[in-house]
Nanobody
Framework: QVQVKESGGGLVQAGGSLRLSCIAS????????MAWYRQAPGKQRELVAT???????NYADSVKGRATISINGAGNAVILQMTSLKPGDTAVYYCSSSVRVNIEGALRTYWGQGTQVTVSS
């Protein structure tokens, strides 16, 4: 059974920084890529950053220059570091993992439960 679990988050003052961690487990066939999304109250879930198991990254324009995503060698653990936080970064942050589900390499996305980040002004 694949599980994705986030940690970190909490209450941060504007201008501060945060570090979110996520680990995926339970795949027999390995992991491909991971990502962080966020969802603010009343808004749709949006992409924050993605990273492949090879380390290729992609960032939303809203966090470019403020966010760094990194991944471990196995491709199943990711860290998101953000600096210069703004009240607009307040959201529930979700981690996703693209997991190989068979020997042919078919992928399925699994999600964590989310972790709340609140940035106070």
């Amino acid at each position: 059974q694949v599980q994705v679990k986030e940690s970190g988050g909490g209450l941060v003052q504007a201008g501060g920084s945060l570090r979110l961690s996520c680990i995926a487990s339970g795949s027999r066939f390995g992991f491909d890529a991971m990502a962080w999304y966020r969802q603010a109250p009343g808004k749709q879930r949006e992409l924050v950053a993605t990273i492949t198991s090879g380390g290729r990254t992609n960032y939303a324009d809203s966090v470019k220059g403020r966010a760094t995503i990194s991944i471990n060698g196995a491709g199943n653990a990711v860290i998101l570091q953000m600096t210069s936080l703004k009240p607009g970064d307040t959201a529930v942050y979700y981690c996703s993992s693209s997991v190989r589900v068979n020997i042919e390499g078919a992928l399925r996305t699994y999600w964590g439960q989310g972790t709340q980040v609140t940035v106070s002004s």
